[in-house]
């Protein structure tokens, strides 16, 4: 299956820095989806982005699937935004949907 | 509107009984996927549903374990004779689209195996 691999591991920021996680995948994908994962375990929909850049206020993703990997900028850190961040691919293949492969994670805490 | 529901929150089984998690996807979604997440691990997929065919179970870790969608809106995944490696967050998500398209997590149903 398609191997997803997130860095770094665990990244603690004092509140106010900046941030860049990142995102490698094994194989060409229909959908790339990040996440935030709260402490109460919800996963929170971040950026829907199989290829391109979005923004949503203080965060921003890339693809760049030709390479396949992805980044997810944040700026200007709160302490809201500790926990830990997903990143979760379908690979790309004919025979229709397929369930999401998660990385390990990013264990982000933000220090006030 | 409303998100995923999921029920029970949480569950405390002993070790031998069944148990049964129900899923409420966003209405009008036609996919609906079941994820088991251990602790300090990413969710893992478990079987996918397109509206009541359950259309791929590979993810699912035994014979024990279970899933339907009857209907092709809520959908059941039940854990025979539960272990404690069950013990786990069941996560259930759904999709608007068949084939592609942002999949909406529920809060998890968190079980407990004695």
């Known amino acids: 299956g398609i191997q997803v691999e997130q860095s770094p591991p665990d990244l603690i920021l004092q509140e106010g820095a900046n941030s860049t996680l990142r995102c490698n995948f094994s194989?060409?994908?229909?959908?790339l989806q990040w996440f935030h994962q709260n402490p109460w375990g919800q996963l929170i929909n971040l950026f829907y982005?199989?290829?391109g850049t979005k923004q949503n206020g203080r965060l921003s993703a890339t693809t760049v699937a030709t390479e396949r990997y992805s980044l997810l900028y944040i700026s200007s850190s709160q302490t809201t935004d500790s926990g830990v961040y997903f990143c979760a691919v379908v690979r790309r293949w004919m025979g229709g949907a397929d369930g999401l492969t998660f990385g390990k994670g990013t264990h982000l805490i933000i220090q006030p | 509107g409303a998100g995923v529901s999921q029920s029970p929150r949480y569950k405390v089984a002993k070790r031998g009984q069944d148990v049964a998690l129900r899923c409420d996807p966003i209405s009008g979604h036609v996919s609906l996927f079941w994820y088991q997440q251990a602790l300090g691990q990413g969710p893992e997929f478990l079987t996918y549903f397109q509206n009541e065919a359950q259309l791929d179970k590979s993810g699912l870790p035994s014979d024990r374990f279970f899933a339907e969608r009857p209907e092709g809106s809520v959908s059941t995944l039940k854990i025979q004779r539960t272990q404690q490696e069950d013990s786990a967050v069941y996560l259930c998500a759904s999709s608007l689209e068949e084939d592609r398209g942002t999949q909406y997590f529920g809060p998890g149903t968190r079980l407990l195996v004695l």
């Open positions: 982005i199989p290829s």
């Open positions: 194989d060409s994908v229909n959908n």
